[in-house]
């Protein structure tokens, strides 16, 4: 996983402006340890800090074309990059076997209108000094973190994360997934608007289990692109598993051969986190024993974990109280990973919002509610999980990848009739997920309940940090957040502590307003508080502030 700083709109002395770049990218250097590159002119300056997944030889950034007039800085992967260059490129000289220099040859080839030809993450910025203009664009989902600024100069200012700009910038915000800005016309443009975010579209939709089975299957199978070793997040839940599991039916031939060639690493390393006899563990080591993965499991102490908090929030740049509980032994669980040599893995992140996982899905009061919350999730994903997944990875160097939300399975899964993915009638949450995997897993694994991710781990870890807040923050602070933090006022003490650490790192309002901070209970929408009279009085992102979260299974 990459890291761009990148400025534009230069006004005069670009000396001084490369030399402040360099600093700037040198705060986004965890996430690309391997290499640092830069371009500069009178006009623009592109900083890359890569990590080296695919072509990790010849692969350096920027790109600059053949012309010498394009230039570009990409954090990402383009899993389809084969078939565009077949397609679209035969008469562009690639410089690199980089998946990211694509980008360069289809914008030569159709300008901008190729953002919808791509299956991949990214982030990226593409200059053209002979056009004296520039390009930003964000994935469809927003997997890979975006930050835009400006200085009290008006630079215009790119950035992997907030770190960079906070200190230069008067003014942050967050790039919008799906979104592109051309400089030309001053204004952002979605380029992702599929037509299921209508209910109207797929309420009499079919719902066809073996497509939901081929299409994962599929965007696993691309996902596994890499010249590196990789491995996979196991968590023991639903999701984890079957990307796990499918990762492991791939995982002995090279993919980039088309199978053709044995992989370089064949074997396939599994991973899981958690306090001793969580939860978790113990469905992870299941699934590991039944899919063949070596396997490890990293434990944390209760203190460990809380000894990390400031570095986590450093890292992950928010308060959001969801957020930091699950982040912190994801992040403890990459260095781990990171001391074995594994430079990717594959996670399990986005299925609960396409499939409507989370347990207040129960609360759902019909097929439209359901969908549109499912939606309302799906829009917010990058100011959370696609966040968390990201940021706690890329602070020891490590890329995600997630192919529940690769751009042709998410048509799939949000194409299915949503009656089919309520949970009522004696089903359990993503029964349609479920039914597709069933001959993946063992049945222990299969109809286990959803346990959310920093409940798993081990539920003292919830319970330590409640207690730890109850002492650092007092009432009287509490009451008085409203002045302290006039912007986003916390909610409750836990948001208020984790606030206080972020205000040590991020002093800016600017930087406040970058994090979301609403009501939820077990992972809801604000919308969703109204399905229950009992949500209204609750604001507990915990899978147990749903009842029958301790269920083991489902008949």
């Known amino acids: 996983m990459c890291g761009i700083v990148c400025a534009f709109d ?122 004296n203009k520039y390009i930003v664009a964000r994935d469809h989902m927003g997997i890979i973190p975006l930050y835009i600024g400006w200085d009290k100069e008006n630079i215009f200012y790119v950035s992997s994360e907030l770190k960079s700009l906070e200190g230069v910038c ?62 996979v997040l196991l968590s023991g839940g639903l999701d984890s598993s079957i990307t796990s599991a499918l990762a492991k039916k791939y995982a002995s031939k090279r993919i980039e051969s088309d199978d053709k060639q044995d992989a370089w690493w064949p074997q396939l390393h599994s991973f899981s986190v958690g306090l001793k006899g969580a939860p978790d563990l ?57 001391s074995l040599g594994i430079k990717m893995v594959l996670s399990g992140e986005g299925a609960d919002e396409l499939f409507g996982g989370y347990l207040y899905f129960h609360k759902a009061p019909d097929s439209k509610e359901f969908h549109e919350e499912t939606v309302r999730k799906l829009n917010k994903l990058h100011q959370y999980d696609c966040l968390r997944a990201n940021k ?87 009451k008085n957040s409203s002045n302290i933090f006039p912007i986003n006022p916390p909610q409750n003490k836990e948001e208020f502590y984790y606030r206080l650490i972020f205000n040590d790192h991020f002093s800016s309002d600017a930087a406040a307003k970058s994090v979301p901070s609403v009501p939820s209970v077990a992972c809801s929408t604000p919308e969703a508080l109204l399905w229950d009279e009992a949500f209204k009085n609750m604001n507990d992102p915990s899978g147990r502030s749903i009842s029958n979260i301790h269920n083991e299974s489902y008949e």
């Not at 383009?78 to 694509?102: A, Q």
């Not at 443009?189 to 579209?201: G, R, V």
């Not at 995997?437 to 299969?446: G, N």
């Open 170 to 231: 008067e003014k942050i915000e967050l790039f919008p997934p799906g979104h592109y800005l051309d400089s030309k016309t001053d204004k952002l443009t979605k380029w992702y608007d599929p037509k299921w975010k209508s209910y109207e579209s797929v309420k009499n939709s079919e719902t066809k289990i073996k497509e939901i089975h081929d299409s994962l299957s599929a965007a696993v199978k691309r996902q596994l692109m890499s010249d590196v070793p990789y491995g």
């Open 10 to 131: 230069i006004k005069s002395n670009s000396d001084f402006v490369r030399s402040n770049v360099l600093k700037m990218a040198k705060k986004v250097r965890h996430r690309g340890p391997d290499w640092s590159g830069i371009y500069s002119d009178n006009n623009a300056v592109l900083a890359h800090e890569r990590l080296a997944i695919v072509d990790p030889t010849s692969g350096k950034q920027p790109i600059i074309s053949d012309d010498g007039n394009k230039v570009i800085a990409v954090n990402g992967e383009i899993y389809n990059h084969k078939e565009l260059k077949e397609k679209y490129t035969s008469d562009y000289n690639f410089k690199t076997e980089s998946d990211c220099e694509v980008l360069l040859a289809l914008y030569e080839k159709k300008g901008i209108n190729f953002l919808n030809d791509l299956n991949g993450i990214f982030a990226f910025a593409l200059y053209d000094s002979s056009e």
């Open 392 to 478: 706690s990875l890329a602070a020891w160097g490590i890329e995600g990848r997630v192919p529940f939300l690769d751009k042709q399975f998410i048509d799939v899964a949000m194409e299915i009739n949503p009656e089919d993915k309520m949970i009522k009638n004696g089903r359990i949450e993503k029964w349609v997920l479920r039914e597709a995997f069933k001959d993946y897993l063992p049945e222990s694994v299969l109809w286990r309940q959803k346990e959310q991710f920093s409940d798993g781990v081990g539920y003292s870890w919830i319970d330590s940090l409640k207690e730890l807040v109850e002492n650092e923050v007092s009432d009287s602070d509490f």
């Open 282 to 338: 113990k469905a992870a080591k299941i699934v590991a024993d039944h899919i063949g993965t070596v396997h490890h499991e990293i434990n944390f102490t209760v203190q460990e974990g809380i000894d990390a908090i400031r570095d986590v929030i450093y890292h992950l740049e928010t308060y959001d109280v969801t957020t930091v509980r699950a982040s912190t032994p994801m992040y403890l669980m990459a260095r781990a990973i990171k």
